[in-house]
Nanobody, 122 residues
Framework: VQLQASGGGLVQPGGSLRLSCAAS????????IGWFRQASGKEREFVGG????GNTYSVKGRFTISRDNAKNTVALQMNSLQPDDTAVYYC????????????????????WGQGTQVTVSS
């Protein structure tokens, strides 16, 4: 069982990136997905989530979250990126029987994996 975020990189201010959260060993369609980020020296921050039903929750402005159950992936589209968006981005999966949480420590997530670095700089 593995969950992996990918798609990060270096982008100029005002640019866009699309991150992907992919699962192996289980079906994402039965899980709520939360996206988090953590900048160097700062606390982890909830970016937004999408329930197993497809409804999104508390997604930050300029960002959108969508899921492709056929590909077993969830995407985080980030537009108009700013230097403050620089961080390692993680995705986490929680069973659909749980409440989608803004905290990884809440018990609402069953899996999370390695993040992907996003750097916004000119």
């Amino acid at each position: 069982v593995q969950l992996q975020a990918s798609g990060g990189g270096l982008v100029q201010p005002g640019g866009s990136l699309r991150l992907s959260c992919a699962a192996s060993g289980f079906t994402l369609g039965y899980y709520n997905i939360g996206w988090f980020r953590q900048a160097s020296g700062k606390e982890r921050e909830f970016v937004g989530g999408i329930r197993w039903s497809g409804n999104t929750y508390s997604v930050k402005g300029r960002f959108t979250i969508s899921r492709d159950n056929a590909k077993n992936t969830v995407a985080l589209q980030m537009n108009s990126l700013q230097p403050d968006d620089t961080a390692v981005y993680y995705c986490a999966a929680g069973s659909k029987t749980k409440i989608l949480s803004t905290s990884l420590e809440s018990g609402g997530y069953d899996y999370w994996g390695q993040g992907t670095q996003v750097t916004v700089s000119s």
